[in-house]
């Protein structure tokens, strides 16, 4: 195994094992990730896990990715009494963060909307990423938003996803003829 892994290290530098296998381990992953977010994007309220409590905290938090960059990012956070979970909603929506904060108090009886744990593989998010949040017969985020967000990270994955194969397939053409 570890001299498997000392030939992938010596290789990695070589053009030709970066086209011939990287590419298209890259466009797997592109692909995966596209077709991920078009089944998101395709989601309706009933699809999800409603989950209903009283709010018992609300904010922000830092955290750190856990790519290599280690950066750092700021989710909204909803803890419901009775519940070890805490609810998270990216923030990539940070600013409807102060909207949402005055629209909910703590004691607020609300219902948080999430994807199953199927949906969370298939789509690589966590499986308590909020996708909806009402209070009483009000929406405080609607699917709507997070649709909408799923579907420019949808498109992102499907250029890069056609751009790899078609260096990929034009590598192989190129190689047999």
Known sequence: MIKWLKDLWDKSGDKKFLLTHVLPIGALFFTWGFAGHLYMTSLDKKD?????????????????SASRSMAKYHPLKIQLQDSPDLYRLNDYFKLDFKRIQDSLRVGDEIRVYRRSGLQTFVSWGKTNDIFIIEKGVMTILGLDRMIKYKQNQRDIFGVLAVICWAVYIGLIYRRNN
């Open 48 to 64: 999800l896990k409603e989950i209903e409590g009283k709010i018992e905290w609300i904010g922000t938090v830092t955290e750190s």
